[in-house]
Structure formats: C-alpha cells, structure tokens
C-alpha cells in the first residue's frame, strides 16, 4: 500500500544476514525471540529488518479450531437491548457479545477469511525490530519522498495492533495522494507495544506505560529523529501522554483521538458515584455519563485483565473466546463490528476485524497483552481519562462515538498549548482504522503549524 | 383517577395470576427418577481438547497476583486428560437418589436422601458458584445417616440438594429473572412438592442468598435457615467500602479484621470474575464454554480455591475433588448459564446487609463461620443484620467451601443450629 521504500538505516544492514536467516528459519517463533537469541548475532541497539511470516500448519491448526467451536446457549437479551449504543444503553440491556454475530464471525472466520491477504500487506511494509530496554521491539517504518517530512510515533491500543493503523499510512507517509500537500508529509513509525503482535512478551513485570514511553523516545532517536511529534488512541494515547509528561526534548507536541480531560473536581464526582454537577454544560453533561455509565458497566473486562489477567486462558486456547473478548470492548465499537458481521459495514470489514483477531491469535498475545492493564495498575497515578497535567503541544480528536467525548471546555482545561480541537462528523474508539480521512484531516492540522523549524 | 388506577392494578393483577394459573396448571408437576450418563463421544471430545490445549506464557510475577499460575494449573490439566475418571463421578452421583422435576418451565434437578431415621428434618441445601451438587456430597452420609458419624438418631435430616437453574444438569433458564428470589420461591415449591410441611433451608456462596431470599419469604413450612457466607456488612462499612476508604474508627477487633480483610480483597482484585460475570457473562462464556482449560482456570479462580493445592498433597482436597465439579460445568454446558447468575444480581456482592435485605427476615438464622473465608462475620455485625438470629458459631476449620472441606464438622455445625427447630417440628 505504500509507495516509500523501506529506509537504510544508518547502522544499515550490520546484521541482516544473520538477523534474516533467524526470522524466516524459525518460523511461527519468528517474532518471539528473546533479546537473547538475536544479541549474540548484533550489538543490541542494532536495527535489523523482520519479516512477518507464519507457517501454513498455523493458519489450518486456527480454521480446525474455528469449526470444532463448542457454543454456549444464547443470551437472554434482545438483539435490540444487545446493540444499543452508549447513548441509549443501561444496565441490564446486554449480557455481552451476542450468540448470532459470534456465529456469523466464526463461521466467516473459518471458511472465507483469507489471512494471507493480510499478510501479504504487512509484508508490503517496512518491518524491524531492534532491542529496547532488553526487549525485542517491532515496528513499521516507512518514510516519506517527500524533503521535511516531520517524523511521527504512533501508538495502537488494546484490543488493536499495527493493523488498525495500516491504512493511515499511505495517507500520512504520501499526502498528495490523499488530498493533501507534499508539506502534509510525515514520517511514520508504528511499533507493536511490549507483548503486543510481533513485539516480544516481557517475562518479567516492569512494563508498565511509562516504560513504554520511555523506550518509544529511546526508539525515534536511534532512527535518528531529534524532532519529531507523537500520536495514540486508547493505551497508545495514554503512553503518547506519558512521553509528553516526560517532555524530552525532542518531543515537539503530540495528537491523541482517546485525550484524558477530566478536570479533578469530576474525577471526584465520578469516584463518589455522584449525579452530574448541576454545573456541567450540555457536552460536559454527556461526557460525564458517558464516563460514568462505562466505570459502572463496562470494564469488566479491563478489570479482569488489570487483576488477574493469568485467569483468562480460553482465550489463547479458543478463538471464539478470543474473538468475543476483543470485540466487546465498549457499546458504539462492538455495535459498529456487529452490523458489520450482519453485513452493514461502516469503517470497519469483516476482513479488518479478523485481520486483528488473526495476528492476536497466531501471536499468541491474548495474555501477554492483557498484562498491560496489570501493570498500568501496579504504578498508575489517575485514571485513564483524567487530566495529567500536560504542558507541551497537545493536538486532540474528539471523536462522537469514542467512550467519552472529550468536551472542548475540558479539553482546553486539560491541554494549555491546544494546537486543535478535532470534532469529526463520525468515529469510534478506532479512529485511525474506522475513519482514517478524518483522522488524517486531525492530524495533519494539529501538526501544522509545528514545520517551520 | 384513583378508581380507575386501582382498576387497572387489579385487572392487571388477574391477568398474572390467571396466567400464573395456566402455567401451573399445563406445567408437568411429576417427578422423573434421573440418572447421569454422558456419552462416551462426549468424554474423548473433551479428552482431545484437554490434550490439544494451546498455553500462554508463564505469567510475570512469582505469586497469584496475575491469576492463575502457569505451572499450578498444567500438572491438574495432564492429569484431567490423562488420569482422571469422569464416569467414577458419574458412579459418585449415581449412588444416590436423582430425580428432575420442572418448577416455572425449568427442570430442576435434585438429589433426595431420606434419613432411615423416623421424624428426620427436611433439610434443602444449596451449592454455590463456582460450585455444584458435587461440593455438598460428603455431607450426605453424616447429615442422614447421623449414627454412622458420630451423631444421635435424633439429628437425622432428609436431604434434598438441588442443581440451581443454569447449573449442573438442571434446565438453562431461557428467560431473564432467574435471581435468588426465584430460585427460592422455586426451592419452596420443590419441598412442597416432596411433600415437606416442615423444613430448613442451607447455604453458602450463592446458596446463602438464596436460602436468606426463603427466609425472607417465610414459605410455609420454612422453620429457619442456616447460612456460612453470611451477609452481615452494615450499610455504613458498605459505603466506605465501595469508595476504597479507610477503616471507620469506633470498630471492634473483629470488625476491623472484617472491615480490613474486605478491603484487601477488594484491592487484590477478588471480585474481578464477579464484576465480569456480572456485566458481560455471555462475552467470556465463548472462551470457558469453548476450552476445557479456560474453564478449568476460570472456575479456579475464585478465591475460596486460592488456598486449595489440587496436587495431591491434601487428600481432601485432590485433583479429583476438584475436577469433578469442573467436568461437571463442562458436560453440562453450563458455564455461560452458570455465570448470568451474577448478572441476575448486576455483579453485587452477597454479603452486604442491605443488598441482602436480611432486617426484613423474620425467621430463625444461624450462623457458622469458618475460619478460612473470603471474611470472617463479626457476631456484633451478625446480630444487627439478621434480628432473629439463634445461633452463631465461630469453628477452627474450614474455608468457603465448607462442606466440601470439612463436611463432618459442617454437619455437626448443622445438627448444633437446628437442634432448637427440631421442636417445633
């Protein structure tokens, strides 16, 4: 999908005889290898390229299990309650991802999804990995043709991977194909997080979003970036907010289509399970129930995984429990996917679902990921949508269909340098992969102003 | 306008009860003899799924603190796929008198034991989650055959232990509304059934609400209740509690361990598998209806098992203790119908006084505390919660599941709290 060639490091190629041969030899274990094994082979902070490649007895041991799917009976509840979006849901609507779409899922997933597909488009891009804070690190690197192009970091969340963010890439990497100016330009680096896709699983505890942050400003400056800006949505937001909390100097400003706004006072309100402020305006009225609705009946999952992720072996050992879980990660998402299933797509395919789904599972990452919620709540000081205080540059998406929308009061409140205030027309939680126009749009005029230098 | 409002209340009251009428006028009231016998096709697909389990890494962490641990739950998997014997736990049920009999359109299963003993008290005890029948079976010998343990003749109960709806080989419920109460109005239309006039009702885990939804009730025939999860948290410790505060001064000794014992468990993360059935049951029942091991860790991971070894190293508590209930949830395809329980209940805890509603029950409560809960009752806190409260017992042994690991001293506790009913009986 991308025009770019993929970019000669300046350490280049030190290793990538040996680095290449160790990727496709060991196959299905290609992107799950330690820091120790590829070490020996480079010095650490080596750069070598990765390709993404998994054997053909995978993907037929994956279709066997899809077909032998054991189903529970169905819910209790009606299609309609099951479907109803954060604006309308309440308690007791839905009893979770419904019988009818996991069995359109499945039965798709097992007969006419092709996998190969999406592995064919991610060997279209650039891949590498290199070792970051003793971990091995994925990520795509494509840079742009054109001179100046500012050199961006974007972050995906859970439950995505690289692949919501693959079609942002065309659009960001080569904007005068896509409606914008060759000064729209940027370079774009998408790692996999820690655990996450091709990146390495942590074997031991530590990797908590701050780690993180600190390794993605480690990363940009040994691609040789000393001005670049950051991007994220969901866990990539939060770790986004932590490299600019971390400010380094390089860092210039950063966009988030997920930003934490909540001003203290409401954090308090919704801690004590309050009613609205008398005070609230119409939007921040809404976000308050938005957020409040969700903290009540919609993190049983990010709940589950930040106290005892260890407990959730189905879901590396079936895929329909993989599947239910990733798609139930909140109303307007889960909504969206479904119609899709029903063949109503709006953003989002069948194909990109099971695209994630599939890397999940071939990955083996259900686990490993879900211990980002663990380690978050081992050291995390707010909650995901509370103000942090930030000080540089912060560019937002307010999305209408995010969990909450970020009203421009707090928003403004939360962010002193606001370089723009996004409000697309639609959008979910998955901005960059539902509504990459708009996202592109959002990003290109939070960052305008910033290429002078 | 008052008028006509009264008129539609009742002409809409007569509508439910002329329904309720039909239903139970057309519903089959028999009770069919029940055996367990699960086809051996079902055992080798679940054998082949055991023996194909595909593992995540080992957790991070050295302790419980990320669930489940890897190398404490593979050695009970090899074992369940290699060495154990489901149809010896089909025997184990079998043994006994099984019956189903279906109660508000669903079929409930039950085991019934008569004492040989005359003027034995009807005693219906129900299992929790994630339990079953299979956690109340060791109780069976000494609670109707008193003489053979230790007991006297006159401590002799007929017992009857019933599959909650949704669980074990009970019917799957196909409508919303199946909480506590309707269990126990249920339960109550069981004993009526079995021609009990006069009996007690039992539980722990889910059964305590369900058995305090009977008091509450009072059927006729209830004498009284004895319950070993308790729902004694004052309202005001509740409030503190649900905002993660500090313990409130003024607490006695007891209070403060409950009070600090809760709020551990409330920051470890205790209730995480409650908060998850209670909100999306259906959402992780693909994975633990799909996968023999997820189940397996899922169901492992409440906490009454945290101190369970299932190693063979505690005969009471071996693999197979706890591999038959699991088995059970797998052959009966119940885990998803199991978990909407908690949804039922929209994820509340059991032990909270006002969640329970336990000042409005009139009828005699007892109460044992076992040492190994999830949290100790506080006998202040007890008789404040439950205002006709006739016995109250703090013992040495024991954890959540208290029949299942010390069933003799669980039924002497029995004997002890309904001795004084017995009179009336």
Redesign the interface.
């Known amino acids: 999908m991308s025009t770019a060639s993929p970019a000669p490091n300046r350490r280049d190629f030190l290793a990538t005889s040996a680095t290449a041969l160790l990727a496709t030899s060991a196959g299905a274990a290609a992107f799950n290898f330690t820091s120790s094994q590829p070490a020996a082979a480079a010095e650490a902070s080596s750069i070598r390229p990765f390709t993404v490649s998994f054997p053909q007895e995978e993907i037929d041991e994956l279709r066997r299990r899809i077909a032998?799917?054991?189903?529970?009976?169905?819910?209790?509840?009606s299609e309609a309650a099951s479907r109803r979006t954060s604006a309308t849901l309440a308690?007791?609507d839905?009893?979770?991802?419904?019988?009818a779409t996991?069995q359109k899922l499945i039965q798709y997933w097992g007969t006419e999804y092709d996998w190969s597909k999406c592995e064919a488009q991610l060997k279209s891009l650039p891949h590498f990995v290199t070792e970051i804070d003793g971990l091995d690190i994925h990520f795509i690197h494509v840079k742009s043709s054109h001179q100046g192009a500012l050199p961006v970091i974007i972050t995906h969340g859970w439950p995505g991977s690289v692949i919501e963010l693959l079609k942002v890439i065309d659009p960001l990497t080569n904007p005068t194909a896509h409606d914008g100016t060759a000064a729209d330009a940027f370079d774009v680096v998408i790692p996999s997080m820690p655990g996450y896709g091709f990146s390495a699983?942590?074997?031991?505890?530590g990797w908590d979003p701050v780690r993180i942050a600190k390794a993605w400003t480690v990363l940009m400056k040994r691609l040789g970036y000393n001005r670049f800006v950051a991007q994220g949505g969901d866990w990539g937001a939060l770790i986004t907010e932590q490299m600019a909390l971390m400010a380094p100097p390089e860092l210039i400003a950063i966009h988030t289509n997920m930003p934490a706004t909540i001003p203290p006072e409401i954090v308090k309100a919704l801690?004590?399970?309050s009613p609205p402020p008398a005070d609230l305006g119409p939007d921040e009225k809404r976000a308050y129930e938005q957020v409040a609705f969700f903290y009540k009946?919609?993190?049983?999952?990010a709940?589950?995984m930040?106290?005892?992720?260890?407990?959730?072996?189905?879901?590396?050992?079936?895929p329909?429990?993989?599947?239910?879980?990733i798609?139930?990660h909140d109303a307007d998402s889960y909504a969206l996917i479904a119609r899709s299933f029903d063949g109503e797509p709006e953003g989002l395919t069948r194909d990109d679902i099971l695209d994630n789904i599939t890397l999940y599972w071939l990955t083996?990452t259900?686990?490993?990921s879900a211990?980002l919620y663990?380690e978050h709540r081992q050291t995390a000081k707010a909650g995901f949508f509370d103000a942090k205080g930030i000080t540089i540059p912060v560019g937002v998406s307010a999305n209408p269909s995010e969990i909450y929308t970020a009203p421009k009061s707090w928003t403004e409140r939360a962010f002193p340098k606001l370089l723009h205030y996004g409000h697309p027309p639609k959008g979910c939680h998955f901005a960059a992969w539902e509504q990459p126009k708009y996202f592109t749009d959002d990003v290109r005029a939070s960052f305008k102003t910033l290429r002078t230098a | 306008m008052k008028l006509h409002k009264l008129a539609t209340v009742l002409a809409f009251g007569l509508c439910i009860f002329s329904a309720l009428a039909n239903a139970s006028a057309a519903e089959d009231r028999s009770i069919r003899p029940f055996t367990v016998s699960i086809p051996q096709a079902a055992l080798e697909d679940l054998r082949r799924r055991i023996a194909e389990t595909r593992w995540p890494d080992r957790e991070t962490v050295d302790d419980q603190s990320q669930g489940i641990q890897l190398a404490k739950l593979k050695p009970l998997v090899k074992y369940w796929g290699a060495g154990y014997d489901w149809r010896k736990a089909e025997a184990k049920l079998n043994t006994l008198p099984q019956f189903m009999t279906t109660i508000d359109g669903v079929d409930i299963h039950f085991i019934h034991v008569r004492s040989k003993h005359p003027n034995a008290l009807p005693l219906i005890m129900t299992h929790g989650w994630p339990g079953s029948v299979f956690e109340l079976l060791k109780t069976v010998g000494p609670l109707t055959d008193p003489t053979a343990h230790g007991g006297r003749a006159e401590d002799a109960f007929d017992l009857v232990l019933p599959s909650m709806p949704g669980y074990g080989f009970s019917g799957k419920p196909t409508e919303t509304g199946w909480g506590p109460d309707r269990i126990a109005q249920t339960w109550a239309e069981l004993m009526k059934r079995l021609g009990y006039t006069r009996y007690v009702a039992q539980g722990g885990d889910w059964g305590s609400p369900v058995s305090s939804a009977m008091a509450r009730q009072a059927p006729t025939g209830l004498l009284g209740i004895h319950i070993n999860l308790p729902a004694v948290v004052p309202p005001e410790i509740a409030a503190v509690l649900a905002v993660g505060g500090p313990a409130p001064t003024g607490l006695t000794d007891k209070e403060r361990a409950a009070f600090d014992a809760l709020s551990a468990g409330a920051k470890m993360g205790n209730r995480s598998y409650a908060t998850m059935m209670g909100t999306r049951p259906q959402t992780i029942g693909y994975a633990i209806n799909d996968s023999p091991t997820g189940l397996a860790a899922w169901m492992l991971g409440h906490p009454g098992f945290s101190r369970w070894t299932y190693d063979n190293s505690d005969p009471e508590k071996s693999p197979d203790e706890v591999l038959d209930d699991i088995t059970q949830y797998w052959l009966s395809n119940s885990a998803t119908s199991a978990g909407r329980l908690y949804w039922e209940y929209g994820g509340r805890s059991v032990v909270f006084a006002a969640v329970e509603r336990t000042l409005e029950i009139a009828l005699p409560v007892a109460i044992t505390v076992f040492p190994n809960e999830t949290y100790l009752a506080p006998e202040t806190w007890a008789r404040r919660a439950y205002p006709n409260l006739i016995y109250f017992h703090e013992v040495d042994k024991g954890g959540h599941f208290a029949a299942w690991e010390q069933p003799e001293l669980f039924s002497a506790e029995l004997r002890a709290a309904f001795r004084p009913l017995r009179q009336d009986f």
């Open positions: 032998a799917t054991r189903w529970p009976d169905h819910e209790l509840v308690a007791g839905t009893q979770g991802v419904q019988l996991m699983k942590p074997t031991q505890p801690a004590a399970g009946f919609g993190l049983g999952y709940n589950e930040a106290l005892r992720p260890q407990t959730l072996y189905g879901l590396v050992d079936s329909a429990g993989l599947a239910s879980w798609l139930d083996n259900a686990i490993s211990r663990w």
